[in-house]
């Protein structure tokens, strides 16, 4: 009996291939070979919104060969991925192969990691395609070209051509626009703290052998004026939730003035608090949680991460990688109880395994989190085979997935209160905590900075060393990064796994939005896509709406209702929202005028955006073809030969200050902060002229 095992990717048919030897033939289909066509609907708004699946122009000679190598097989074995899309994969490929051979037998198997174990369990139990998962990836197909074909012609005829509309991209952008306007918005207020650094007195001759770190300084901040609070917090409410943040009532002339009542003055300890505290271990990775750790401490994209997770799935280094379960195995979990044991000891294991239960409804428990698949495979295991960033990735995931089933850390906590007390008592408060036992955090990251704080006892007089007032001034809520762009699309049940980061390619390619130093910033053309959106179709582009059917369409991957009624109850209000929409005035984009003039024709220059970002050109285009390079200045000069620093992306997105005489020079910063820090303002300050 002759079988075919039918996979996406030619990476993971050489894995399986590797495990299985030449018991079975197998080839891959490069994803989906059909799929809705390009340039029509290709839906059926009248008749259920029946969709017409075509076979793509690039697919057609893999069809073709997997044709042949079907026409003498016995059994066709589905083993896509366990999610949606795979099993969508599966059921096109059924639907196409199964014409060419009717006496096929076609079974589907699941897995969740490509280990020997795993292939040879699904093989033993092969099952039928799930088609409620098929009816979802339906539904949202439809739904998604539904929106994206009417909505995008409007756009065109109101603002710009090649514009593009999108039911979860434009939630994306709606929060990134209004982030923007909060941001407007807030008003700044400047702000003073007041810090002593204090020591303890040295002991006495004769006295108690003096504390081994009793020279040690330690920093106390001012709390309390009189027994009132100096300190106040205030909450802004935002559109994706509330923002808080904290300042005190303290004027530049307050702080003066205290410092001239603290002076000379007796600091003596009022109560000392010490208790010990644990931290349990953080759960294991979902896929969205893979991309903000990947983000926060790589800078990784969450393309990238999903592409460098995609292949270390593929070559069977991990488990799949698109879930949002917190489930783990028990044969993971027994597999690193015994490993933690061998390598750091019994007292890191705890009594009982750990298990974590995932918060969200919509969780697939099934699935498990991402995890390694074989503990004894390293980072250089990794390093060796595919590279380091593919190692990176590995470890933190290596990582956080053993580290869940280690000891909590435990810490001793320290609180000291301390007064000066004259015409007015002021209350200081410094904190501390010391690792007792590290528990998970010797191969996690520990990243607290908290000081050391001597041993104190009540009514000790400490000796004031320095007194410190810092300015501060109150921020504004902060730019989304693509951590926490992820991180709030996912709280407010906005899109899946898979989904995310094609969301954000999305926005980022149409140049809805921009960064400025990793953070989303919109253009002017995403803020007059987003306001046309906003105004005609609110009831579409809101956070509650599109949550509700992501839910619906969750409803239709359980099996508890069909996708074409989800879609009727959509389109109704839709189509009206359309014919309104198409009565609105065309926008008119008001063009950035550099201020200089075209060396071909004399018109003005203008900025433009293309493909590739920003450039110069004629403001008679298309009459005058004139185009240049555009360079935005940033008002500072190369401190090394004065060219002007301008703002530069690299390949992958990210923004960075370069010299403008590059290659001459290289000189080059990350970050604003660094810029001002290390280069020269273009201005000079009024002082200085």
């Known amino acids: 009996m002759k079988s075919l095992i039918l ?20 080839e891959a289909s490069m994803g989906h070979i059909r799929d809705l066509p390009k340039g029509a609907l290709g839906v059926d708004i009248d008749h259920d919104f029946t969709p017409s699946y075509v076979i793509p122009k690039d697919k057609r000679k893999i069809v073709e060969g997997l044709i042949e190598e079907v026409k003498d097989v016995d059994r066709i074995i589905l083993a896509t991925d366990p999610d949606r899309e795979g099993e969508a994969i599966s059921y096109h490929l059924k639907t196409v192969l199964s014409e060419e051979n009717k006496k096929t037998k076609f079974d589907r198997i699941v897995f969740h990691e490509i280990t020997p174990t795993a292939i040879n369990e699904a093989l033993e139990h092969p099952k039928e395609i799930d088609m409620n998962l098929v009816a979802a990836q339906t539904g949202r197909r439809v739904l998604d070209r539904v929106v994206g074909y009417k909505l995008s012609p409007i756009l065109w005829m109101k603002i710009k051509k090649g514009l593009s509309a999108g039911r979860v ?11 923007e306007r909060e941001i407007e918005k807030f008003k700044s207020t400047e702000f003073y703290r007041v810090f002593v650094v204090v020591n303890k007195q040295a002991s006495g001759p004769g006295g108690p052998p003096a504390w081994r770190g009793e020279n040690q300084p330690i920093t106390f901040e001012l709390v309390k004026i009189n027994d009132e609070p100096i300190e106040k917090t205030t909450t802004l409410p935002l559109y994706d939730g509330e923002y808080k943040y904290a300042e005190t009532r303290l004027s530049n002339t307050d702080a003066e003035s205290i410092q001239n009542d603290l002076a000379n003055k007796d600091f003596v300890v009022t109560d000392v608090i010490q208790k010990e505290t644990k931290r349990a271990p953080y759960p294991p990775f979902t896929t969205s949680l893979l991309q903000i750790e990947a983000s926060r ?3 990784y994209t969450s393309k990238r991460t999903m592409g460098l997770a995609q292949r270390l799935y593929e070559e069977g280094f991990i488990s799949y990688h698109r879930t949002d379960s917190y489930n783990l195995s ?28 995932t918060k969200s409804k919509l969780a697939q428990e099934a699935h498990e989190a991402i995890r390694p698949t074989n503990l004894f495979e390293d980072e250089e295991t990794v390093t060796a085979k595919l590279g380091r960033d593919f190692a990176k990735l590995y470890s933190l995931i290596y990582k956080r997935a053993l580290s869940t089933q280690m000891a909590d850390a435990v810490f001793l906590s320290t609180r000291v209160e301390a007064q000066v007390k004259d015409s007015k008592a002021y209350d200081f408060v410094a904190n501390g905590r010391v690792i007792k036992f590290d528990g998970f955090l010797k191969i996690w990251f520990y990243e607290d900075e908290e000081q050391l704080i001597p041993e ?11 007194i410190n007032i810092t300015s501060h001034n109150t921020n504004p809520p902060p730019r989304y990064s693509e951590a926490s762009l992820i991180s709030a699309l996912e709280e407010h049940g906005i899109g899946r796994p898979s989904t995310y980061a094609p969301i954000i390619s999305t926005i980022e390619a149409r140049f809805y939005v921009e960064k400025e130093e990793n953070r989303f910033k919109p253009t002017e053309i995403g803020t007059l896509v987003n306001d046309f959106l906003v105004k005609n ?20 991957a359980d099996g508890k209702t069909d996708w074409v009624p989800v879609i009727k109850e959509f389109y109704g209000p839709f189509e009206k929202h359309l014919k309104d929409a198409q009565e609105e005035k065309k926008i008119k984009i008001e063009l950035e005028k550099t201020g200089e003039k075209c060396p ?3 018109g003005d220059v203008v900025i433009r955006i293309g493909r590739f970002g920003k450039f110069k050109a004629c403001s008679n285009f ?25 703002l530069k992306r690299t390949r992958r997105g990210r923004t960075f200050y370069g010299c403008g005489n590059y290659p001459k020079c290289d000189f080059a910063v990350w970050t604003k902060a660094q810029l001002v820090k290390q280069a020269v303002p273009s201005t000079p300050a009024p002082s200085e002229q």
């Not at 991209?169 to 982030?179: C, D, F, K, N, T």
């Not at 044969?331 to 298990?355: C, D, H, M, V, W």
């Not at 104190?456 to 320095?466: A, I, P, T, Y």
């Not at 298309?622 to 301008?646: I, T, W």
């Open 297 to 299: 401490r790589f800078g």
């Open 169 to 179: 991209q434009s939630i994306a952008l709606r929060l990134i626009v209004e982030r």
């Open 7 to 26: 996979v996406e990717s030619p990476t993971k048919a050489k894995t399986l291939s590797r495990f299985l030897g030449e018991k079975y033939k197998i």
């Open 456 to 466: 104190l006892q009540k009514d000790e007089k400490l000796d004031l060393r320095k």
């Open 537 to 556: 179709f609110s009831t579409i582009d809101d956070i509650p709406f599109t949550a509700s059917m992501e839910d619906k369409l969750d409803e239709v």
């Open 600 to 602: 071909l024709d004399g």
């Open 622 to 646: 298309p009459n005058c073809k004139f185009r240049e390079s555009f360079a935005e200045e940033s008002g500072y000069l190369c401190p090394r030969d004065q060219g002007k620093m301008v």
């Open 330 to 357: 028990n044969e993971f979990i027994s597999a690193a109880r015994n490993y933690i044991e061998k390598n750091f000891g019994g007292k890191y294991l705890p009594q009982t395994p750990r298990i974590y239960h």
